[in-house]
Nanobody, 115 residues
Framework: QVQLVESGGGLVQPGGSLRLSCAASGSIFSIYNLGWYRQAPGKQREWVATISSEYNTNYADSVKGRFTISRHNAKNTVYLQMNSLKPEDTAVYYC?????????WGQGTQVTVSS
């Protein structure tokens, strides 16, 4: 019921910043819980951050204090602001929208942190 497209990835130096965006269409965006996940080469996909329909946020310990998840329902967009990036943050980042028993994923955007 919801289609997601990530953007904003790229190459950044350690200590730098990026802001990822995930644009949604096809459903009522405001009622969905939203999340960001990442998958490094050869690794399992891991949870990074979530923001609920009530704007409550949660973060993985590895990104607390560095990443901020936010949403702008009028723009049908969820963001991930990433600061103080580390090489271990290198991964394909995916956004997810969930509502009741429904779950949708974007195709991902590559983030590479390297000098």
């Amino acid at each position: 019921q919801v289609q997601l497209v990530e953007s904003g990835g790229g190459l950044v130096q350690p200590g730098g910043s990026l802001r990822l965006s995930c644009a949604a269409s096809g459903s009522i965006f405001s009622i969905y819980n939203l999340g960001w996940y990442r998958q490094a080469p050869g690794k399992q996909r891991e949870w990074v951050a979530t923001i609920s329909s009530e704007y409550n946020t949660n973060y993985a310990d590895s990104v607390k204090g560095r990443f901020t998840i936010s949403r702008h329902n009028a723009k049908n967009t969820v963001y991930l602001q990433m600061n103080s990036l580390k090489p271990e943050d290198t991964a394909v980042y995916y956004c997810k929208a969930a509502r009741q028993n429904s779950e949708s994923w974007g195709q991902g955007t590559q983030v590479t942190v390297s000098s």
